[in-house]
């Protein structure tokens, strides 16, 4: 069953393998400037991810995928920030955003910042949505800083990626394929690596403009930075800290009757691997590959009004 699942979704396993004059009128201005001065938080800064800030009212930070551009949210940004403060994040490494960390760490140092990023922008308990890794991202800032978020919305996400090879894998038996898969990244040259996005991206997108999209996201991505990342995702396993956590978690996750996950697959993996998460809210999105705010944007713009709508 699950290599069927495997083979449903090309773009996921190739990504695991490869996979912001002078008059007292003056005089008054320059001390209203000067108090908004002392009062103004200090630009965040960071080398391991940026933050991009639209709109007023209660906070949503929005994290991409592995290779992902923050604009993978901008639709769903632009709809919100009527309503709400959405703070669209861009890790470094990837899309164009500078890496300087070698061979990493990556998981791990990304998501310190992230907390650091909610602690000093004093954000009030935001909800936290994630796609793919950052899904991935955002389960594991709930599990290390409850404070800090509100709720999490998991897309597309597993806290355990490499059970995507079956019930029986361990982070310590995937090491050697996450190995592979990060070697196979950096060893391509760049016609291949072109190949090889443009090839898995029909796997894990049925719109095309997303397709296009991903392609260049990843040409433009750091090939260490997705290397290390990718090593990491596939043996970084949260399972162990879900049945301890409080922060209410949605995960939705996509099926694809014509060409990507089947449903009872997807409902079998999804709910198999969140099973010892008290009080998960299981969401199946049909007609849907891996980014499924773009495949299906009105449904997921359904889901994120309703998530929101939750008292915290």
Not at 29 to 34: F, T
Not at 68 to 82: G, M, T
Not at 247 to 269: E, I
Request: hydrophobic share 50%; glycine share 8%; with cysteine.
């Amino acid at each position: 069953m699950f290599n069927a699942f495997f083979k449903a979704r090309p773009r996921l396993r190739a990504a695991l393998f490869g996979l912001a004059v002078c008059s007292p009128a003056f005089v008054v201005g320059i001390g209203q400037a000067m108090a908004q001065e002392v009062h103004a938080p200090a630009a965040f800064v960071s080398d391991r991810l940026s933050v991009e800030v639209v709109g007023s009212g209660p906070d949503v930070v929005l994290i991409p995928g592995f290779g992902s551009s923050r604009e993978v949210w901008r639709a769903e940004a632009e709809r919100l920030k009527a309503t709400h403060r959405v703070h669209l994040v861009q890790l470094a490494g990837f899309a164009g955003e500078p890496w300087v960390h070698g061979d990493g760490p990556f998981v791990q140092p990304m998501a310190d910042e992230l907390a650091r990023y909610v602690r000093e922008r004093r954000l009030a308990r935001p909800t936290v949505v994630g796609h793919s890794m950052g899904g991935m991202t955002a389960v594991l800032l709930a599990q290390q800083h409850p404070e800090l978020v509100g709720r999490v919305m998991s897309v597309d996400s597993l806290p355990f990626f490499s059970a995507l090879f079956g019930p029986q894998v361990t982070a310590e038996t995937a090491r050697p394929f996450a190995d592979q898969a990060a070697a196979g990244m950096l060893a391509a040259d760049d016609a291949g690596f072109r190949a090889s996005q443009a090839q898995g991206a029909v796997g894990l997108a049925r719109d095309p403009a997303t397709r296009a999209a991903m392609v260049e996201w990843s040409m433009h991505s750091d090939r260490q930075a997705m290397a290390t990342a990718i090593r990491e995702v596939m043996t970084t396993d949260l399972r162990p800290g879900l049945a301890a956590m409080t922060t209410p978690v949605w995960a939705v996750y996509a099926s694809d009757a014509d060409g990507g996950a089947p449903a009872a697959m997807a409902d079998a993996l999804w709910g198999r691997e969140y099973a010892a998460l008290p009080g998960v809210r299981l969401i199946r999105v049909d007609g849907s590959r891996h980014f499924i705010m773009a495949d299906q944007p009105g449904r997921f713009a359904e889901l994120m009004d309703q998530l929101l709508a939750e008292p915290l």
